[in-house]
């Protein structure tokens, strides 16, 4: 991949902080569409009528609900009368009522950061079900669907968690375990600044049952760490697997063998002022390609910083990029 220096503004939340909290949320005993749909109302990523007009598709983003406000996350999970009425009835909020949270975010922050003492994680596992189901009732609405009533609402969302969480324990018996095969992958990493100029370069083996998709994201996740490691903040990271990055992207929800490791990367790159992350075709990655190759040729791990690896330098002349090869 390439790490290109680039500026713009980081995230306000406590980057440290940042890993437990996708960590509590990527841990919930729930269907995974309901886990991704709290990471994409986190992110603020929903098509909330505030982000479809921010994003030109509508002009008007006027609650439709209570015709009272702007329809912001925040607005339509915590202090729209809908939202009031459905936590309520829930009674999951108790000391927490009088808190005012201008974002899903803001509100998932509190009870899973600030006030874990009042929230059990499996409050907090309701919470975020009974979030998804309001929102799809709301969807459904916008298309001319029922509007379920609070009552309904509540009830369908706790009862189709626990029907997940009770198959979930019958089905828990540890599965067999998998003779791993033993294979090598590749990984090259190139970091470069602005101007096209090579900062680091990195190589190494990883000796892992990876699929293809596993082998990229290890390969990011190489990369942040060197980035890391080279204090970089800013910088656009490439990869030639467009999967990972519709992933990464949030344009797609990851496949499952690699969704723990991808949510991880998604809360490593908020430790950085600002990472984007760009697809590259095959032929932008010959440098990272070359560098991917010779990894299968090391013990583990070359590093090269503010040098250049010689059988890079013909390459280099060319564009950019990186690769796992195996
Ligand atoms: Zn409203």
Redesign the pocket.
């Known amino acids: 991949m390439e790490l290109r220096s680039d500026t713009r503004v980081g995230s306000e939340y406590d980057g440290s902080h940042l890993g437990r909290f996708w960590r509590s949320i990527w841990s919930c005993n729930s269907p995974h569409k309901i886990r991704h749909f709290a990471w994409r109302a986190c992110r603020d990523v929903l098509p909330t009528k505030e982000n479809l007009v921010k994003r030109k598709v509508l002009s008007d983003s006027c609650?439709d609900?209570?015709?009272?406000?702007e329809?912001t996350s925040g607005?339509?999970f915590w202090?729209?009368?809908?939202a009031r009425d459905i936590w309520s009835l829930s009674s999951l909020f108790q000391e927490s009522w009088v808190q005012l949270f201008g974002s899903f975010m803001d509100m998932l922050w509190y009870v899973v950061m600030v006030a874990q003492w009042e929230w059990e994680h499996s409050d907090v596992e309701k919470l975020i079900v009974v979030a998804w189901a309001l929102w799809s009732n709301r969807n459904e609405c916008r298309n001319r669907g029922v509007k379920k009533s609070c009552q309904a609402l509540l009830q369908g969302a706790l009862e189709y968690l626990d029907a997940y969480q009770a198959c979930v324990v019958e089905l828990g018996n540890p599965k067999q375990p998998v003779e791993p095969e033993h294979r090598l992958a590749g990984v090259g990493i190139l970091i470069r600044d602005a101007e096209g100029h090579l900062i680091g370069a990195c190589s190494k083996k990883l000796e892992a049952p990876l699929g293809a998709i596993e082998a990229e994201a290890k390969a990011v996740e190489l990369g942040l760490l060197f980035a890391r490691d080279l204090s970089i903040q800013d910088f656009t990271l490439e990869s030639d697997s467009l999967m990972l990055i519709n992933v990464l992207q949030d344009l797609s929800p990851p496949p499952s063998s690699v969704a723990a490791l991808v949510y991880s990367l998604v809360a490593m790159s908020h430790s950085f002022r600002c990472v984007d992350f760009s697809y590259v075709g095959c032929n932008g990655n010959r440098p990272a390609h070359l560098l991917a190759r010779h990894a299968l040729g090391i013990a583990e791990l070359s590093v090269w910083v503010e040098e250049t690896p010689c059988f890079l330098e013909q390459a280099l002349k060319q564009d950019v990029v990186a690769t796992f090869i195996d």
């Open positions: 609650c609900e209570c015709k009272l406000a329809e607005h339509l202090s729209c009368q809908r």
